[in-house]
């Protein structure tokens, strides 16, 4: 069974940085790209970005280009969302989850438990 | 960027009954579009895909149709465990989710 784990809540200050982690196990981490969603009551959900851990092929969406970077280590299944400097808006659920196939542009399933994060000085 | 229009925003039904749930694109996708289900606390979960191809263990009672940019999310018969919130999503062109309808016992 996939399974993708999550680091967990962080209370954070506005400017400061922050990463969060998703660890994948159960399948072949590089055979899939791996998605950030974020959701919030305000604005429900929103695909930030994908990477392709085998050779690190990252897309973001128009939205979050600049605000946030996707990264991953092949060597620990693990992909990682980074704020440089973090802003009050940036508080929501933050979700990783696996594309069901090999595709980019895909369909996600299964899903991290979720990572919240709260900024607020 | 493709919007997705979800309605109704609520749905009141009971257990047994059948639930429509409808969700309309800016611009085609073509059937380039999934169901989610979202309970509380919990992450979304992969119901339908390619409009009508319902994911690895989904029940039977959902389906899905449609194409161009009118789809439809059908549960035949509401189980207690349905009520909960439900988001369609396309990926013509980048990704995106529509809003939402939750479907809560009447």
């Known amino acids: 069974e996939v399974q993708l784990v999550q680091s967990g809540a962080e209370v954070k200050k506005p400017g400061e940085s922050l990463e969060i982690s998703c660890q994948v196990s159960?399948?072949?981490?590089?055979?899939?790209?791996i998605g950030w969603v974020r959701q919030t009551p305000g604005k429900g959900l929103e695909w930030m970005g994908i990477v392709y851990p085998d050779d690190s092929d990252t897309r973001y969406s128009p939205s979050f280009q600049g605000q946030v970077t996707i990264s991953v280590d092949k060597s620990i299944s693990t992909a990682y969302l980074q704020w440089r400097s973090l802003k009050a808006s940036d508080t929501a659920m933050y979700y990783c989850a696996k594309t069901i196939t090999a595709e980019g542009y895909n369909w996600f399933d299964p899903w991290g438990q979720g990572t919240l994060v709260t900024v607020s000085s | 960027e493709i919007v997705l229009t979800q309605s109704p925003a609520t749905l009141s039904l009971s257990p047994g009954e059948r639930a429509t749930l409808s969700c309309r694109a800016s611009h085609s996708v073509r059937t380039s579009l999934a169901w989610y289900q979202q309970k509380p606390g919990q992450a979304p979960r992969l119901l339908i895909y390619d409009a009508s191809k319902r994911a690895t263990g989904i029940p039977a009672r959902f389906s899905g149709s449609g194409s161009g940019t009118d789809f439809t999310l059908t549960i035949s018969s509401l189980e207690p465990e349905d009520f909960a919130v439900y988001y369609c999503?396309?990926?013509?062109?980048?990704?995106?989710f529509g809003g939402g309808t939750k479907v809560e016992i009447k």
């Open positions: 159960g399948d072949i981490f590089t055979n899939y790209w």
């Open positions: 999503q396309q990926r013509t062109i980048w990704l995106t």
